[in-house]
């Protein structure tokens, strides 16, 4: 158990939706991030945010969007779905947001759209 | 276009075996990471490389950075079912964590 927590672990829904991820970080971790993980693509890093506020900012698309909350729990909103949006979205937390601090994944978010 | 490979896709060996991966990609790095994922767990952070030529050593698991530090590989010596999974390296073209650039992976079966 890496001590992140995202919700659901399952989800499935209609082309054309919206959805919410959530994500809670390891107690004490500031920095969250969140990925993408498909069969064609891979693990691609979609953005992060350190203490609330946005760090940086990967291949997310336009239809996506994320917040950080003042209790440093995440959600990753995507909008409009389409069936190419089906995939695995990790969160990750770390302490820092340096590269040598670790970062500790969730169990992920495993998206249908149908 | 991938920027960093891995090779081979899969690998399926016999326990006891010997086996090396590689990442390889024609872009430098500030560092790499390796980690490993199982089926329904997000990926695991093995080690992190920083210098060019740099070795480091995880039990059975041998890291080396290339020079260039353009490329790594991962050799693990005699195998053991625990060790499947699948292995993603990550290269970092920036000082933060998030600016790290995943492979597709390897995904390793060891049979006993």
């Known amino acids: 158990d890496s001590g992140v927590t995202q919700t659901p672990k399952h989800l499935i829904t209609a082309t054309g939706q919206r959805v919410t991820l959530r994500c809670s970080p390891r107690?004490?971790?500031?920095?969250v991030y969140w990925y993408q993980q498909s069969l064609d693509q891979g693990l691609q890093f979609l953005i992060q945010?350190?203490?609330?506020?946005?760090?940086a900012k990967g291949n997310i698309l336009e239809r996506f969007s994320a917040q950080q909350f003042p209790d440093l729990h995440s959600e990753l909103n995507l909008s409009s779905l389409e069936l190419g949006d089906s995939a695995l979205y990790f969160c990750?937390?770390?302490?820092?947001?340096?590269?040598?601090?670790?970062?500790?994944f969730g169990q992920g978010t495993r998206l249908t759209v149908v | 276009t991938q920027l960093l490979e891995q090779s081979p896709q899969f690998l399926s060996i016999q326990e006891g075996e010997n086996l090396t991966v590689y990442c390889n990609s024609s872009?430098?790095?500030?560092?790499l990471q390796w980690y490993r994922q199982e089926p329904g767990e997000g990926p695991v952070l093995l080690v992190t490389?920083?210098?060019?030529?740099e070795v480091k050593k995880l039990k059975r698991l041998t890291f080396q950075f290339g020079d260039a530090r353009k490329d790594s590989s991962l050799h693990i010596t005699a195998a053991q079912p625990g060790d499947t999974g699948l292995y993603l390296c990550?290269?970092?073209?920036?000082?933060?964590?998030?600016?790290?650039?995943f492979g597709k992976g390897t995904k390793l079966s060891v049979k006993p």
């Open positions: 990750a937390s770390s302490v820092g947001s340096g590269l040598n601090t670790e970062a500790f």
């Open positions: 107690s004490g971790d500031l920095s």
């Open positions: 945010y350190y203490n609330g506020e946005e760090r």
């Open positions: 872009s430098v790095f500030s560092s």
């Open positions: 490389v920083v210098t060019g030529g």
């Open positions: 990550a290269g970092a073209r920036g000082g933060s964590q998030g600016n790290l650039i």
